[in-house]
T-cell receptor, first 113, second 115 residues
């Protein structure tokens, strides 16, 4: 089973709102990722958690705040976003660090008004 | 510099045609991994294949086949007898053997299979 789930599927929020994206996997993977994908572009890495610790932040603005409550869950807290933050947000997981395959969830389509 | 080039932005074929998606990569590393992912309109990236730099054997999985050639730094993907369900964006990606976790994606090739 290589399933990564994400909720919600779609999210519309205003620039003053606070919302959260949720990602879950039950494959026993110890690395989890957040990617941002704009239309007609490849995904761009935002954050990496390895063994529940933040190991990579790709210079993401502080209005995006990741959280890894446990090894199966990954959240992305959103606050004071801009319209240009509208995108597909993809979560992925892999067995560990290194070359292991990253398995992606279906994504959350975010629209910031 | 690490780079993946998918020169074909969009390909349109009629169902049952064979189609090849090109992927050319650049890296100075001797050890690396290459991936192909499929992204249908629903948005999820679906893993198709992983290949390490020491394994140049071609691979076939049903209607899908992959041709890895280190001499030309290419990792091409062929779909035989294409079907409408193959319509998607296909990404080729390179993964270095370092701690960056980064997948370096190509720009993607949009495949449209017409009935």
């Amino acid at each position: 089973d290589t399933e990564v789930t994400q909720t919600p599927k779609h999210l519309v929020m205003g620039m003053t709102n606070k919302k959260s994206l949720k990602c879950e996997q039950h494959m026993g993977h110890r690395a989890m990722y957040w990617y941002k994908q704009k239309a007609k572009k490849p995904p761009e890495l935002m954050f990496v958690y390895s063994y529940e610790k933040l190991s990579i932040n790709e210079s993401v603005p502080s209005r995006f705040s990741p959280e890894c409550p446990n090894s199966s869950l990954l959240n992305l807290h959103l606050h004071a976003l801009q319209p240009e933050d509208s995108a597909l947000y993809l979560c992925a997981s892999s067995q560990g660090q290194g070359w292991q395959t990253q398995y992606f969830g279906p994504g959350t389509r975010l629209l910031v008004l | 510099a690490q780079k993946v080039t998918q020169a074909q932005t969009e390909i349109s074929v009629v169902e049952k045609e064979d189609v090849t998606l090109d992927c050319v990569y650049e890296t100075r590393d001797t050890t690396y991994y290459l991936f192909w992912y499929k992204q249908p309109p629903s948005g999820e990236l679906v893993f198709l294949i992983r290949r390490n730099s020491f394994d140049e054997q071609n691979e076939i999985s049903g209607r899908y086949s992959w041709n890895f050639q280190k001499s030309t730094s290419s990792f091409n993907f062929t779909i035989t007898a294409s079907q409408v369900v193959d319509s998607a964006v296909y990404f080729c990606a390179l993964r270095r053997m370092d701690s960056s976790y980064k997948l370096i994606f190509g720009s993607g090739t949009r495949l449209l299979v017409r009935p």
